[in-house]
């Protein structure tokens, strides 16, 4: 008789928890520089295109797409895998690096940039990552904790993005027991800028236990958006630990 191996049983349980929902609108941009993706409802990665540079829109897709990569491959070593936060750092680094090499390629001589936030989400723990204006937001009994600093000065310019510089970017990194009823939300300045706290709540609270509930929620906070004035590129995605506890 074969029986079950206990890190798989354990692993498919633990996404058995993870609800999740993504969507974007483009504004009245004449392109869409946001950009995301996951991988395997554990790993997720929102990029917003620098718009005062060009080719925000590539930025953002090899800087999220190089990240995923990052994850898939670089935790693969022990060493990394050992330290979530060590990972995140040198996932930062290749898709820095990326980016910043790009420039090198006909055409993108004059530049390119983007903020990165990623979220990883084990059975017990979250990690996230954060550079440039891109926000990841946890809602925990009814309480918002905004879990990165954003890269913006005091006149609004950002300071920090991927593609800035060659070397030296650091992440601002948070780490999060994950418990039942968790919601986090990942989302793009097109969104945060106009929706105020109270919104965000009220939202939040209707989430609710199934994807079509947690798709209605992510869908209202981009129309939400709009309806207040945004004409940005808008990008969210909501991330919930379902409530039971076992």
């Known amino acids: 008789m074969r029986f079950p191996d206990p890190a798989l049983i354990k692993k498919q349980l633990a996404k058995e928890r993870i609800i999740f929902a993504a969507t974007q609108l483009q504004g009245s941009r004449e392109s869409q520089e946001d950009y995301f993706i996951n991988y395997n409802d554990e790993c997720f990665a929102v990029a917003d295109g620098v718009g005062s540079i060009p080719n925000g829109e590539v930025a953002s897709k090899l800087a ?5 990569w990052g994850y898939k491959h670089i935790r693969m070593r022990p060493f990394y895998w050992a330290d979530k936060q060590l990972l995140i750092k040198r996932i930062f ?20 940039a983007t903020t990165l936030s990623i979220l990883i ?11 440039g204006d891109t926000s990841i937001l946890l809602y925990r009994d009814g309480l918002i904790d905004e879990l990165t600093l954003r890269d913006v000065n005091e006149l609004g310019t950002m300071t920090r993005a991927v ?13 999060e027991k994950l418990l039942p009823r968790d919601v986090f939300l990942l989302a793009t300045d097109g ?6 706290e109270e919104e965000l709540r ?15 929620a992510v869908v ?17 995605c ?8 076992e």
């Not at 939202?203 to 209605?216: A, K, L, R, Y």
């Not at 909501?238 to 506890?245: A, D, E, P, Q, Y």
Request: aromatic share 6%; glycine share 8%.
């Open 238 to 245: 909501l991330v919930k630990r379902l409530g039971n506890s």
């Open 121 to 131: 989400v084990s059975a017990q723990k979250i990690w996230a990552g954060s550079v």
């Open 64 to 68: 999220a797409e190089t990240a995923i």
């Open 202 to 216: 009220a939202t939040f609270d209707v989430v609710g236990e199934t994807t079509q509930s947690i798709t209605n």
């Open 220 to 236: 209202h906070l981009l129309t939400m958006a709009q309806s207040r004035g945004s004409t940005d590129n808008m990008t969210a």
């Open 191 to 196: 969104v945060i800028n106009c929706i105020d």
């Open 93 to 112: 680094r290749s898709s820095n690096l990326a980016v910043w090499q790009k420039r090198r390629e006909s055409g993108f001589e004059a530049g390119l």
């Open 163 to 175: 593609g800035f510089q060659r070397l030296g970017l650091v992440p601002h990194i948070a780490v």
